[in-house]
Structure formats: structure tokens, C-alpha cells
């Protein structure tokens, strides 16, 4: 199975850019790269997700590599209501998503 | 969490008694799942459904059993609860076209917390 290799944690300041790595270096031709966050005591909620392109939507950018081994989740103005834990997740046609231990963001005012 | 109720939300229940979570969705969706998140674990799935009575098992289905007998309803089981299965447990649910697809985004549910003492 593909597997993500994100960092335990990271801090930003409020109202500047946050970006988030997320590394699949044995991501296949059809695995779609997703993200999702968990607020504390909430259930995850989906960010953004991508499979060869840079994507954009209203709460985030998701910059992915030419060769698609990393790809970088773009928080363009943190906010305190933006520390959660981000999952970068690799989900294959079969529909296996799996979770790894995700990067907890941290917001300071 | 529009679309997708789980219930109970809270429950303490003792050793080797049955426990039965539901999720009840509104949205039609195909696809609905069961995740357990555990401190250090994070969330790991443990039985999906891609249909009405069409459930398969995930990495850690030991000790759980599903039943959806209708497209809004997905039940875990628990039929003796251990102590190892006090978590967090999450439904999610998926909407698929025609065909399974990657790129199908899960909507979760807001969880049930389980103690079992």
C-alpha cells in the first residue's frame, strides 16, 4: 500500500501562510491525493484533493510535484480556527483510505 | 455534520456485554464506513459497505460486525465489548458514481465515544 510521510507537527503565526508537505514517494498512477483535517473533538472534514494538477478551493491550495512523489497543502491566511490535524491520504480506485498519524498545525495569535 | 447522524454519541457500557452503534445517513450515498481512532493510532478503518447487504472487512474488523440492511443505515456491532475497544468510532460515508473512483470524497460523522470498563 502507498503510504504518506507528513511531520508530527508545525507551528504558524495567525494570518500568515501555512504549508504543509506531505511526502508518497510510492504513489501510483491512480491514486488520488487527498487531505483532510480534524478539529478537536470533530470528526475529519475534507480539504482538498487532487491527482495530477494544482487545485485550488475556498479553504485551501494543493500543490502537488511534477512527479507527484510530494505534494504540499497551502493554507494561504491561517486562522486560530485552522489548528487540527492535517491527514495527507493516498486513495486508490478500490476505495481503501487509510489514515496515518497526520501533522498537528498549531496557530499562534 | 450535515446528512450522517451517529448515535449514540456517548456510551459506557461493562466487559462482555453486546453494543450496537448506528449511522444514519440522508444523503443516498453508496458507500458508508466504520473508522476507530485511538491515540497513537490514528483512524483505522474496520468495515465499509459499497451497497445495501455488501460489506467487506477493513485492517482491524476482529471482534466487530456490520449489518446495512438499508441504504441509510450502517450498524457496528460489537457482540462482547473488551476493554480494547473503548475508542472514538467515526462512520463516514461516500458517494460513487457509476464506478468507484479515488477521487470520491468521505463525509464523517461526528463520532461515538465507547467506554468499555
Known amino acids: 500500500d502507498a503510504k504518506t510521510t507528513q511531520p508530527n507537527s508545525m507551528e504558524s503565526n495567525e494570518e500568515e501562510p501555512v504549508h504543509l508537505p506531505c511526502n508518497h514517494s510510492?504513489?501510483?498512477?491512480?491514486?488520488?491525493i487527498h487531505w483532510y483535517r480534524q478539529l478537536p473533538s470533530q470528526g475529519p472534514e475534507y480539504v482538498i484533493h487532487g491527482l495530477t494538477s494544482n487545485v485550488n478551493n475556498r479553504m485551501a491550495s494543493l500543490a502537488i510535484a511534477e512527479d507527484r512523489k510530494s505534494s504540499t497543502l497551502i493554507l494561504h491566511r491561517a486562522t486560530l480556527r485552522d489548528a487540527a490535524v492535517y491527514y495527507c491520504?493516498?486513495?486508490?480506485?478500490?476505495?481503501?483510505?487509510?489514515f496515518g498519524a497526520g501533522t498537528r498545525l498549531t496557530v499562534k495569535p | 455534520d450535515a446528512g450522517i447522524t451517529q448515535s449514540p454519541r456517548h456510551k459506557v457500557t461493562e466487559t462482555g456485554t453486546p453494543v450496537t452503534l448506528r449511522c444514519h445517513q440522508t444523503e443516498n450515498h453508496r458507500y458508508m464506513y466504520w473508522y476507530r481512532q485511538d491515540p497513537g493510532h490514528g483512524l483505522r478503518l474496520i468495515h465499509y459497505?459499497?451497497?445495501?447487504?455488501?460489506?467487506d472487512k477493513g485492517e482491524v474488523s476482529d471482534g466487530y460486525s456490520v449489518s446495512r440492511s438499508k441504504t441509510e443505515d450502517f450498524l457496528l456491532t460489537l457482540e462482547s465489548a473488551t476493554s480494547s475497544q473503548t475508542s472514538v468510532y467515526f462512520c463516514?460515508?461516500?458517494?460513487?458514481?457509476?464506478?468507484?473512483?479515488?477521487?470520491?470524497?468521505?463525509?464523517f460523522g461526528a463520532g461515538s465515544r465507547l467506554t468499555v470498563l
Open positions: 463516514a460515508i461516500s458517494e460513487s458514481g457509476r464506478f468507484p473512483s479515488g477521487a470520491n470524497v468521505l463525509t
Open positions: 510510492t504513489i501510483s498512477g491512480t491514486d488520488y
Open positions: 459497505s459499497y451497497g445495501v447487504k455488501d460489506t
Open positions: 491520504i493516498l486513495r486508490d480506485v478500490n476505495n481503501d483510505m487509510r
